[in-house]
């Protein structure tokens, strides 16, 4: 950043100002909030984590300096302030694919629009993988092709649902031209999400078991060799067995 495009020490200090002064309006939101919900501190919360941001890129900028604060990100950490008795809701979803096997895509497509009478004749949209893709997108369900991702030749990643809560519902055709541009995470009801960064925690935990069996076939070991040699010597010498009392 060039020297004439830089904040000057002036505006670093006036972000400092602005801190304090969000941070003095948290506490007092936070000790007369009147319940766990109460959007005044919602507010303030907002307000002091602007406030943080905006000071820590201008001492960055002006000093190459940051604070030791981090900024909550707004999918995770922002609390709800939806309706609590929500009259609509939006389900959000993403599902990505890695194209696996291509071949067998175009395949597939092929059979679709083998099977189409009105696909036009001599019009082989399948024959490209963009192609293939919205011929099965038209002929499937979302849900159907993620059951079935294999047979298409695609291979799941990563996926996300988001259930988000409004006060009404839309009005037809409102959001098509831009459909995911006004999501606000503060809004989400509940989220499910699946990944294979999961998959490798679980995997992490496991890796403990062969361990602790290895430890188990140790100390039984280390039981046998530790049995009283007179008894061992006496199974050795074919000495009798002693009285048993029959039952």
Known sequence: MSDAAQPTAAEVRAAAEAVKTALDRHLAAVERRSGEED?????AFNELAAAAEAYDELLYD???????FEIPGADDTLPYTGPEEPNALSVL??????????????????????????????ADVAGTVHGALGILFGEFEADEIASRHK?????????????????ESAEPGEWLEA????????RVVCRFDVSAVFDDEFDDDDDDVPALEEDL?????????DEPDGEEDDEQDGAPEGPRADR
């Open 179 to 186: 459909p995911f541009d006004q999501v606000d995470s503060q």
């Open 217 to 225: 076939e140790t100390d039984l070991d280390t039981d046998l060799d």
């Open 39 to 43: 959007p005044a501190v919602y507010q």
């Open 93 to 122: 979803i993403r599902r990505d694919y890695a194209v696996a096997e291509p071949q067998r895509l175009m395949a597939q497509a092929r059979r679709i629009e083998a099977a189409d009478d009105e696909a036009a004749v001599g």
């Open 151 to 167: 047979e298409f030749g695609l291979e799941e990643g990563d996926s996300t649902l988001w259930v988000t809560a409004a006060d």
């Open 62 to 68: 002006r000093y190459d300096e940051v604070t030791p």
